[in-house]
Each structure stands twice: as structure tokens, then as C-alpha cells.
């Protein structure tokens, strides 16, 4: 289907769902309320208070012209709105943006009150505002406040006892935004007193608004002939998001001209099918949207039944709806919980349910563009999803809990982290990033994830680079959090490209080159770190100092390398026998010739130092443990 | 005697622009190629103004996935834009298309001769056809080669139904409808297997009038000057393909 066809399905499915409650009804928008006036169904007014700002959020009835309303004559919204448009003594006031606007809101109001879709409630509110007292009543109530000529304040002139209103409305208080509530008519599950939760008055609306609309055309999203929308919504990405998907007033561009002479000849869209997938896309960014640097990321069901969060790294994905979070996870138990998540998921919806995947990002202000819309069987996703967690695997150190424990976990990174290893800066301990690069990688990625489309060789490489300077990195951390990143992308590389199998732990019997290299560097640098006493922690090693150069020449830097460690060894007194043994039995298995010759190690290089680094620091603790035992 | 052909066509991106996002300039592919467009492609292989290339089915052969780039549109007043266009990356299609006469073309009916133009458009798919072929959109290069229809493994060959909502299937130009009128016409696809089989334009329930538009008028001496050629109206004379 096409994303906005999906979308509309997607509305009309969670009409019928739990979710109703937390959709905005079509022909609707909401806006912050200032004022809550109430009235009684004999239309006269009992009470009005200033809203809070927490509670201020009012879902109103609006037009299409009225819920894009810009400029210098905006028009009003059919049943609640600004002072300007319900108070009919607003000029009286002071107001000076004079009475038109009011005219033409009660004209309006009127029409509906006399159609057939009139509620009770409105009837009750239109015979209020017709007196035209509003400001009066407010006045009286205490809640506007009038200098002596009986003018509203432009300012009020004592700060220090500024009432409410001043704080809560921008500029003037006559631009206050007015709510209402009409007591006295039965109440029940759908029918409120106040009027914004009035279920029956919203289908009312509805209702009139839809029967009075013109301009019947083609709907190009449901087939069927109906009232076309020329003004689509926008605020999609957030509240300020001034870009609209469908928009047609470009009359500059090369868009359709040639074939067709107007937009409405190009396409039509009716103005329910547009409101239905309008609605149902901005839920679903405001509920689950990712935003990478501006470009937006929802996955959802049309049924709305659960989906797995692809931009998860596995730590996430398998843990972060549990409650007891493990701090550490082995390889085997997160095989085994990743294949639990995956059942899960696969027994919960049925075969052909659909997951829909769409991105969306404005090149300019005023457009959006859909830059990635995908629908996937749910068990192809699902087996894509596993299939990715599993070979883009390492164990990472580099997440913390609440409690700033380090967590340890086995998995594959998510797509933001492999963004930020691969081309990341560090400032401030914490790596960033550009975010039109970090867009571009991320849905870069998706498509790995998703489509298993193999690993963009830029980005393994990018990220191995950086691996290798560790000089570019204050923070150790940050440097090993690249290190684990590379290792997991290296390691999912070689597995599609080479058909290699590469482990975290040392495999003693791969003689490559490259890997035996990585594996003489970590020795050097373990040998050197553990002689450091607790003062000099910070210390860096010479195998660290070196790093770049030894990954460019091997050789060559191995033996300035090696002329810097016997003060080291011997610090270890008769443990330094064991080292030698450890660089004796790597180096024998290096072919001099080719070790004489290598330059600029590959990917295996980090593989080697990571299983051979790994491998000495956990024996190390494992004495170290033992010989607490002993003590003990 | 025959008249249908199969061919291959395949290209790195094709750009089947939704109409939606058209009008905009945010253009988004559709996810399966319009009538129209193949129409195109096929009448870029071979075309002559006393046929109709009628298209029968496709095969989709790779997994239908997007990619989006950073498009910079010169604007009709000068200076340039931005925009983001969507592509359908890797794409392979199998065509089957048949012509017909173009019965609006009495004045042509010299030329409706099957043999010859069933050879000659065989031909021009071994030659890949004899105009640029681009999918969809001028940018989106493709190629054409000769192809059985069941001759290549598709990715969605055993993957059951696949459904797309409404889309334009096609427009209706008035020298093959006869009415000066310009129509757009929809449908509903539905690809089983990998395969969609088009309906017939003239099928189409859902249709829609754009504007009034003129046939072209074809004057032997002004703006037509084919058939005189020798042997030219006697079919196929034999010798290589």
C-alpha cells in the first residue's frame, strides 16, 4: 500500500481500538486555552477562571482554512477561539483589531445552530454570545482587568501584582484563547459539560462540518469521489514544524507543469482521507517517533498490535521493558533470550500482518519528504531483526545504569551508536556528531537491519580508523566503546564478505597476519599497564602511544616498540619469563617476510588486540580473585 | 503470426513518482511500476503511431526497497531549490507487452502489418531498444535485454499476495480514445507471486477527465514521410534477426 493509504487505515483501525481516547477526531486541532468560561443551558453565565498552564491543551473544532491560519486575516475556528472572534464587546473594550471577525464567527455559529447536525450546547452558547457581554462578564469576574477609561490593559502597570492572565497570555490579554463549559443538560459516557470532551458534540461537528464542505473531486487515496482538500496539515515532526507533506502551492517549480495545467489536476485528496492520515502520523511520532538530526522514524502495525523497536541496540531491545534489568550478559544468555524475544514476537501477530517503516525529513522549511517508507511481512522483519542482533555481536562496556554501574552486555550496537563510533567526535567525554551525517548513516543502517543488506564498507572502515587513534580520545572509555563498536561491524564485514568466523576469544589457530599483529600489540600493552601503581592509572602505554603506527608499519614500529619494554618486564620480576613466552609463541608464527612487508593492517588487526586483551585482563581477574580466596 | 513480446528491463533507480507527492516536488516512488511507465519503456524500445502497445504483465524480481537522496531542482524562475527524492533502488523487471492496431489511425492502415512490426520490435529489444529506456523518470537510466517471462528467480516468486491500494494505472490520450478529451484511469493492483497482471486500460472502473486536448494531426509530405522505403510494406524478407 502507499504510506498514506496505510496511514488511513491505520486511523480507522485505532478508531475502533482503546486508542480512540488519545486520537485527535478529524476536523479538529488542539490549541493552548487561556480563559474556561461557563454557562447554564438557560445561557447565562455562571463562572469563568484563568487555565492553568498544565491543563491549557484544548482539542477544538476547526476548518481547513481555519487550522492553517496565517496572516493578516486569519480565519475563525467554528466554536472556540480567541476573544476578537467570540466577545461581541471586544471593541467596546479597546480591542483593536475591530469586529469583523466577530461577525463572521457568529454567522457561522448560526448556520450550524440551524442545520440539522445542532447541539443542544451550542444552541445554549450561540444565545450567550449573542448578547455580547463576554468581556463584561470577564471583567466582572475578575479574570480581564480594565484601566479607568473601562479599556482592557495593554500591560498591566504594577508588576509586582500582575494578575494571572498576563502571565499565561502572550502579548495582550484581548488575545486570550476562550474555552467553554455549558452545565445543565444530561451527562453520560460520550456527552460532557465541557466542551472540548464532548464526544457527541465532536461527531456532531463532524458531521456538519463534512455535509457542508464543496468541491467534490477524486480521492486519490480512497478511490471515491469526495470533497478535496487544498491545505494539508503541518506541525508533523513537532508543535514548530512548519512542513507540510502535501503541499501544492509551488507554482515555481518544475513539479507538474507540462501534462497538467493546475495542481487539482495532478492529484486530489479528500479532506477526510488527508485528516485521517494526518492524525494517525502525527500519534504515532509523538508516541514512538526517533529523530536522528531532523529525520524522523516511526514502525508501526496498521492493527496497531506491538513491533519490535528496530533502532534498539540488543540490550534495549531483549531488556527494556523487563523489570529486573541483568547488569551483565554473556554471549550464551543472550542467544538464548534473543531467541525467547523473537518467539515472542512471532506468536503474538499472524503471518501476513504487515509492519510498516516510514522516515521523513524537510530539505527546506516548508516541504517534508517521505525519504523511506518500507512494508515487511512481520516474519521476514522479525528474522531480518534476529539475524542482524546476532552477527553484528560483540560485548560492550559503554551503557550505564541508573546507578551508574556499568552495564556489560553482549549484542550489536544500535544504529545512533555505530553513527557516532564511525564518525564521531569527542567533546566533553561524550562523542557527537554532525546531524546531517548522523540522518544519512542511520538510514544507512536501517536497510542492514531491515533488508539484511550487507555493511556499507565506509562505515566499517571509518569506525576501525578511529579505533586505531586512540590519541583522538581523552576518555578511555569513549576510545573502548569505538573499539567494542568496530569489533561488532568487523566482525559482521568479514562474516558476509570473507565468509570468516571471528570470536571474542583468542583463536590459536589463525595464523593471519594482521590478527597475530593485534595479538602482539595487546600483550605489549597489558604487560606495560599492570606494572603502573594506582597513581599513575592514567598513564598511557607505549603500545597505546603507538598504536597508529604500528597498525601503518608493524615492523618497523614493533622494533622501537620492543627496545621500550624490558624496563617493564622487568618490573614483573618472575613473572616476566610468562610474557616473554606469550610474544615468544605469537611472533614465531609470523612469517618474516611478510611481516617485514606489511603495512596498514586491516580490520583483523583489532579483532586480534580486542580476544588478546580480553583474554589476559580476565584471567588476571580471575587470579586476582583467587588469590582474595587464598587470603581469606 | 504473432504480436507479443517479452524483454528485461533493469536499472539501478526508478523514480514511479506518486502522484501525492508530485504536486509538491517531494517526490516519492510508488512501489510497483504504473502501466503507463512501462507503456513508455516499451514504446522506447519500438514505437510507430499506427500501434498501441498494450502491456500484459510483469515480474518484479528484486525485493522492492527505497533510497532517498538530496535532489537540487532548478526552479522555472531561475535559482535552485531542495528537495529529497525517493527512489526505488536495484530494480529488475520482466515485461510482457503485445501491440494492437491503433484503430483511431484509419488514416495509417497501410501500416498494419503484423509481422513487421513483431520483428522489428524484436529487433530493437536485442539492441536495447531504440531510444534512452529510464524508468519512470529521465534521471532513473535502465536497460533492456531479451527475457523469457519465467526465465529469471524472483525474490517475491513464492511470496502470496501483495497488496498496493489505489494507484494510476495509465492515461487515456485522445488519438487512442477519440474523444479530445485527456483521462487519467486508476486501479487497484495486486501482485501474486511476484507477478502483476494489468488489467486493460479500457477496464479501469475508476477514471478521471483532466482537460481538453487535441490529437495530432500526421500530413504525408509535412510532418510524415515513412512507407515509401522499398519492400517496406511486404514483411519480413527473410535473412538475420
Given at each position: 500500500m502507499s504510506w498514506m493509504a496505510t496511514l488511513e487505515e491505520t486511523y480507522r483501525n485505532m478508531e475502533k481500538s482503546s486508542l480512540f481516547d488519545s486520537l485527535l477526531p478529524i476536523a479538529h486541532t488542539t490549541q493552548q486555552a487561556h480563559i474556561e468560561v461557563t454557562i447554564n443551558e438557560l445561557s447565562e453565565f455562571v463562572t469563568a477562571n484563568v487555565i492553568a498552564k498544565e491543563d491549557a491543551e484544548t482539542v477544538i473544532p476547526s476548518t481547513e482554512q481555519s487550522s492553517g491560519r496565517a496572516g493578516s486575516h486569519p480565519v475563525n475556528h467554528p466554536l472556540m477561539d480567541k476573544l476578537q472572534y467570540v466577545a461581541g464587546d471586544y471593541t467596546l473594550y479597546g480591542g483593536e483589531k475591530g469586529d469583523s471577525f466577530h461577525k463572521k464567527y457568529m454567522e457561522d455559529l448560526r448556520a450550524w445552530c440551524q442545520s440539522e447536525y445542532a447541539n443542544p450546547k451550542v444552541q445554549a452558547l450561540c444565545h450567550y454570545l449573542e448578547k455580547g457581554i463576554l468581556i463584561q462578564d470577564l471583567v466582572r469576574e475578575k479574570v480581564l482587568h480594565c484601566d479607568e477609561n473601562k479599556k482592557l490593559y495593554q500591560s498591566y502597570p504594577d508588576k509586582e501584582t500582575e494578575p494571572e492572565i498576563f502571565k499565561r497570555v502572550t502579548g495582550n490579554q484581548s488575545d486570550a484563547f476562550v474555552r467553554f463549559i455549558v452545565n445543565g443538560f444530561p451527562l453520560d459516557n460520550e456527552s460532557k459539560a465541557e466542551l472540548w470532551k464532548d464526544r457527541k458534540l465532536q461527531k456532531d461537528y463532524i458531521n456538519y462540518y463534512l455535509s457542508k464542505r464543496e468541491g467534490k473531486g477524486l480521492c486519490y487515496i480512497t478511490g471515491e469521489l469526495q470533497s478535496l482538500s487544498v491545505n494539508h496539515p503541518s506541525k508533523?515532526?513537532?508543535?514548530g514544524d512548519m512542513a507540510k507533506l502535501i503541499s501544492s502551492n509551488d507554482m515555481q517549480g518544475f513539479t507538474y507543469r507540462g501534462r497538467f495545467l493546475s495542481a487539482d489536476e495532478a492529484a486530489g485528496i479528500s479532506y477526510e482521507a488527508s485528516q485521517r492520515a494526518h492524525n494517525a502520523l502525527k500519534w504515532l511520532v509523538n508516541d514512538r517517533g526517533k529523530n536522528y538530526g531532523g529525520r524522523v522514524f516511526i514502525t508501526w502495525n496498521p492493527n496497531m498490535y506491538e513491533v519490535p523497536d528496530i533502532y534498539d541496540d540488543s540490550y534495549d531491545l531483549i531488556?527494556?521493558?523487563?523489570?529486573k534489568k541483568p547488569v551483565q550478559c554473556t554471549a550464551e544468555e543472550f542467544a538464548e533470550e534473543l531467541g525467547r524475544y523473537m518467539n515472542g514476537y512471532s506468536g503474538k501477530i499472524s503471518y501476513y500482518d504487515r509492519i510498516a517503516i516510514l522516515g521523513m525529513d524537510a530539505a527546506t522549511t516548508g516541504r517534508m519528504a517521505i525519504t523511506f517508507y518500507r512494508e515487511s511481512l512481520k516474519n521476514e522483519l522479525i528474522e531480518n531483526l534476529g539475524y542482524w542482533h546476532s552477527t553484528c555481536a560483540w560485548r560492550h562496556r559503554y551503557k550505564f545504569t541508573k546507578q551508574k554501574e556499568v552495564i556489560e552486555f553482549y549484542g550489536a550496537p544500535a544504529p545512533r551508536d555505530i553513527a557516532l563510533a564511525a564518525y564521531g567526535i569527542e567533546r566533553s567525554n561524550y562523542l557527537e556528531m554532525e546531524a546531517k551525517l548522523e540522518k544519512n548513516i542511520v538510514e544507512c543502517l536501517l536497510h542492514c537491519i531491515i533488508d539484511r543488506a550487507e555493511l556499507p564498507y565506509d562505515i566499517v572502515k571509518a569506525a576501525y580508523r578511529n579505533a586505531c587513534h586512540p590519541q583522538n580520545y581523552n576518555n578511555y572509555f569513549t576510545w573502548f566503546k569505538v573499539v567494542t563498536i568496530s569489533c561488532a561491524l568487523l566482525r559482521k564485514y568479514y562474516l558476509e564478505r570473507e565468509k570468516e568466523e571471528w570470536s571474542m576469544e583468542v583463536d590459536y589457530s589463525k595464523e593471519s597476519l594482521p590478527y597475530l599483529c593485534g595479538r602482539l600489540l595487546a600483550v605489549a600493552d597489558v604487560m606495560e599497564r599492570r606494572t603502573y601503581s594506582e597513581d599513575d592509572k592514567k598513564r598511557t602505554t607505549n603500545a597505546m602511544r603507538y598504536f597508529t603506527k604500528f597498525m601503518e608499519h608493524p615492523c618497523q614500529t614493533w622494533e622501537t616498540l620492543n627496545k621500550l619494554l624490558p624496563p617493564y618486564l622487568a618490573k614483573h620480576g618472575e613473572k616476566a619469563f610468562w610474557y616473554q613466552k606469550l610474544l615468544g609463541e605469537i611472533s614465531t608464527k609470523l612469517e618474516e617476510q611478510d611481516f617485514l612487508e606489511a603495512r596498514n593492517l586491516d580490520g583483523r588487526m583489532l579483532l586480534g588486540f580486542y580476544a588478546q586483551f580480553h583474554e589476559m585482563n580476565q584471567k588476571h581477574e580471575t587470579e586476582k580473585t583467587e588469590e582474595k580466596k587464598n587470603e581469606e | 503470426m504473432e504480436n507479443a513480446i517479452t524483454y528485461q528491463v533493469y536499472g539501478r533507480y526508478a523514480l514511479f513518482t506518486d502522484p501525492i507527492t508530485r504536486i509538491g516536488g517531494e517526490k516519492t516512488s510508488l512501489f510497483v511500476p504504473t502501466y503507463q511507465a512501462l507503456v513508455g519503456v516499451t514504446e522506447s524500445i519500438y514505437w510507430k503511431p499506427s500501434i498501441k502497445w498494450r502491456i500484459e504483465k510483469i515480474r518484479i524480481l528484486n525485493p522492492i526497497r527505497t533510497e532517498s537522496k538530496g535532489i537540487r531542482p532548478i526552479k522555472y524562475g531561475g535559482g535552485n531549490d531542495l528537495s529529497y527524492a525517493t527512489y526505488l533502488s536495484d530494480v529488475s523487471y520482466i515485461v510482457k507487452a503485445h501491440f494492437e492496431w491503433n484503430e483511431n489511425r484509419k488514416d495509417l492502415a497501410q501500416d498494419f502489418i503484423e509481422h513487421k512490426h513483431f520483428f522489428i520490435a524484436k529487433r530493437c529489444i536485442e539492441k536495447g531498444g531504440r531510444r534512452d529506456i529510464w524508468l519512470?523518470?529521465?534521471?532513473?537510466a535502465a536497460y533492456v535485454v531479451p527475457c523469457d517471462f519465467d526465465q529469471e528467480q524472483g525474490y517475491y516468486d513464492n511470496y502470496g499476495e501483495m497488496d498496493f491500494g489505489m494507484q494510476f494505472h495509465s492515461f487515456s490520450y485522445p488519438d487512442e480514445n477519440g474523444e479530445g478529451i485527456l483521462y487519467a484511469r486508476f486501479w487497484k493492483p495486486k501482485m501474486v507471486n511476484g507477478v502483476i497482471e494489468f488489467c486493460k486500460p479500457e477496464e479501469c472502473s475508476i477514471t478521471k477527465k483532466i482537460h481538453k486536448m487535441n490529437k495530432k494531426t500526421f500530413t504525408e509530405g509535412i510532418n510524415f514521410s515513412g512507407l515509401?522505403?522499398?519492400?517496406?510494406?511486404?514483411?519480413d524478407q527473410g535473412g538475420n534477426l
Open positions: 508533523l515532526r513537532n508543535t531488556f527494556g521493558k523487563a523489570e | 519512470g523518470t529521465r534521471e532513473c515509401k522505403e522499398p519492400g517496406l510494406l511486404h514483411g
